[in-house]
């Protein structure tokens, strides 16, 4: 296996974390309004993600930076033709970093719901357009010779990145909803394993349709195995959310999370971004990518950086492993409104 090979399978395993640890934190900020009926619930709710929400966005962070580093010309690619998608991601993420740090600064309902608002709309607004983005990347826009994307916005609006979007969304919810199923208690775990079971079968239904798509006109023999993997995860969501085991429904929720990103960059390779008018103009990993010294120092970094954010991050997680109920939240301690 060559450098180019070992950077793309790295990054598809950084954004592979990145789509599973922030899929649940986009998921609680998209179930606010479904089960975070009052202020307790939603402070409940935000306690789950609080210590490692800011740590699972360093995935997002990295991957980009190894794309840029390893393959130059598909950061170049992408981000000039996707611009108005990934600014908008950017723009959510960054109110929903807001909300999030605010919330509780000021102790008045209206200051909180409005914070509440930007968690849901940061969450939402991205948990739709990675699925558009990435099915888009899979099924190829229109890259000129000059590695230029000279389609539209509206061009990226196509059926198949429209189902891309209904997917993720489907998909984070439903992992968000597992999630606090397994970290919270009471009757606020009651609520969710509730809507995890509601959720799971139109995300079945959507995800199976995306996943057998995706196969069938992009996917190669090999990654058939991934299809099986996701539907199989996703129909044993089903059956472990309808008798309220959460423990077993995230880990499988967690699966077809992985077997599905696997699945976008296992059609992907070798290409990185194809071209709709010419294969020719197809962005690789051969043609695109930095130059064998570059790739060599980069993967010394790597080697030497990873254990260490693994083991961290590993450990941020085991310390913050218990349930919350809302019997634990204490009376908020924030600054008091403004007067008029």
Known sequence: MGLQEFWFILIAVLFVGYFVLEGFDFGVGMLFPVLGRTDNRRRVMLNTIGPVWDGNEVWLITGGGALFAA???????????????????????????????????IDDPTWRARCDAGIMIGSWVPAVLWGVAFANIVRGVAIDENKQVVSGFFDLLNPYALLGGATTALVFALHGAVFLALKTSGDVREDAVKVAARLSIPAVVVAGAFVLWTQLAHGKGWTWILVAVAAAALIGVVALTAVAREGWAFVLTTVAVIAAVALLFGSLYPNLMPSTIDEAYNLTIYNASSSPY????????????T?????????????????????????????????R
């Open 71 to 105: 393959f130059p010309d598909w950061y170049a690619t992408l981000f000039s033709g996707f611009y108005l998608p990934l600014l908008l991601i950017l723009v959510a993420l960054i109110l929903r970093i807001c909300a999030i740090e605010w919330r509780g600064k």
């Open 294 to 305: 570059t790739l060599k120092v980069m993967t010394w970094a790597a080697a030497f950086l």
């Open 307 to 339: 254990p260490i954010v693994l083991i961290y991050q590993g450990w941020t997680y085991w310390v913050f492993r218990q349930r919350i109920s809302t019997a634990q939240i204490p009376p908020s301690i924030g600054l008091p409104a403004k007067s």
